[in-house]
Each structure stands twice: as C-alpha cells, then as structure tokens.
C-alpha cells in the first residue's frame, strides 16, 4: 500500500523565520511528487516535481525532490503570517491520477 | 479562466438518505478526480474519471459512485449515508490522465446527522 508521511506535524515560528518541511514517500512505481497549501478550504497547488535534486522555486518557496532517498522537502524563507495554512505533500504512482496524500504540516506563523 | 467548481457547497442530510454532489472542471480540463477530507483520515482518494470513464478507485464501498458526462462535469452520490460519511469532498481537475498537476475545487462539506 502506497503511504506518504509529513513530519513535523506542527510547527510554530515567528515572522522572518525559515522553516523546512519534511515529506516521505513509499509509493510503488513512483512518478511524481506535489506540494499542496491548505488555509480553509480547497489545497492550492504549489509544486511537482519529478526529477531527483532539481530545486523548484516560487517566491520564498522552494521545493526538491531525491528520488533515491524518497522523500522531498518544502522550504519557506523569511516567512510571513499569511504562511499559515496546512501543508500537504501527494504522491503518484504509474496507475494515473491516484494521488496519496500524507497527514499534512500545520504551520503557524506568529507575527 | 475559471477555476473548479462545486455545487452545493454545503449540505445536511439524515443517515440513510443519499446524496448527489456535482463538480464542473477548469475549461479544458478532461480528467476529475474525487476525494474525501476528514481530520481523522485526513485526506483520501475516492475515484477518478476520464472520457466518462472511471479509470481508478480508492478503497470506499460500494455506496460510493460517480459518472462523468461527456462535458467532463463529474458527479458523485453515496448513497445510505452513515455518520462516518460527514467529511468535505473535494474534486480536482488536470487537463489529463497522464500525471499532471491536479487543481482542486472548494469543496462540499457533507454533514450526516
């Protein structure tokens, strides 16, 4: 069974702080990994990637992926109070659009 | 271009009632993916349908089915609903089966009483 783990659960951090998030994967026929940010209601997509140690970035977030070690991880530099939100990391396999999803990072930004 | 939407957004029924939710996806976008939130199981695939076929399914019974039309809306209905069934289902939208990013929907937050 495919499985998708997000550590930490929780964070707390304070306006300016970076912070990094951790994202594993066990997914048998691995194609690609997404990043999700959930504030209220929908995820809003952040990133996919699908290539070994090819760094994505937008803005102050930047996202990489290591396919040998399975896992990605998430950065937020210099982060603001809108940061705050819930972060979810998805992973596919080769079946097509079955998406696993992890528990998610619940991320507090203290002004 | 508009993005993906869902109707209704909110919604209260009795245990063993069923229900229907509808889902129209982003202009172009062909392939519809279901899927439940709950904060106990967080977030968890239910189908995903393409060309009006369903190509995947996740591990939910039976009372669980969806169609999509030949304009790629989706529909979902559960039928006899139980309590357990009170999560948001969301629905999200890529322009293919092959492995795209998904755009999801706002929601629809099923309360079962």
């Known amino acids: 069974e495919d499985k998708v783990v997000q550590s930490p659960l929780s964070l707390v951090v304070h306006e300016g702080d970076t912070v990094t998030l951790n994202c594993s994967y066990e997914?048998?026929?691995?194609?690609?990994l997404l990043w999700y940010k959930q504030e209220k209601k929908a995820p809003t997509f952040l990133f996919m990637l699908?290539?070994?140690?090819i760094e994505k970035k937008s803005g102050r977030l930047s996202s990489i992926l290591d396919k040998k070690e399975l896992f990605s991880i998430l950065n937020i530099t210099a982060t603001q109070t809108g940061d705050s939100a819930v972060y979810l990391c998805?992973?596919?396999?080769?079946?097509?659009?079955?998406?696993?999803f992890g528990g998610g990072t619940r991320l507090m930004v203290k002004p | 271009k508009a993005g993906v939407t869902q109707t209704p957004r909110y919604l209260i029924k009795t245990r063993g009632q069923q229900v229907t939710l509808s889902c129209s996806p982003i202009s172009g976008h062909r392939s519809v993916s279901w899927y439940q939130q709950t904060p106990g199981q967080g977030l968890q695939f239910l189908f995903e349908?393409?060309?009006?076929?369903?190509?995947n399914k996740g591990n939910f019974p039976g009372r669980f089915s969806g169609r999509q039309f030949s304009n790629s809306r989706s529909e979902m209905n559960v039928s006899t609903l139980e309590l357990g069934d009170s999560a948001l289902y969301l629905c999200?939208?890529?322009?293919?089966?092959?492995?795209?990013?998904?755009?999801f929907g706002p929601g629809t937050r099923l309360t079962v009483t």
């Open positions: 997914v048998t026929n691995f194609r690609s």
């Open positions: 349908y393409f060309s009006e076929t369903q190509r």
């Open positions: 999200a939208s890529s322009i293919g089966p092959q492995v795209y990013e998904q755009y």
């Open positions: 699908t290539s070994s140690g």
């Open positions: 998805a992973a596919y396999n080769n079946a097509g659009n079955m998406l696993t």
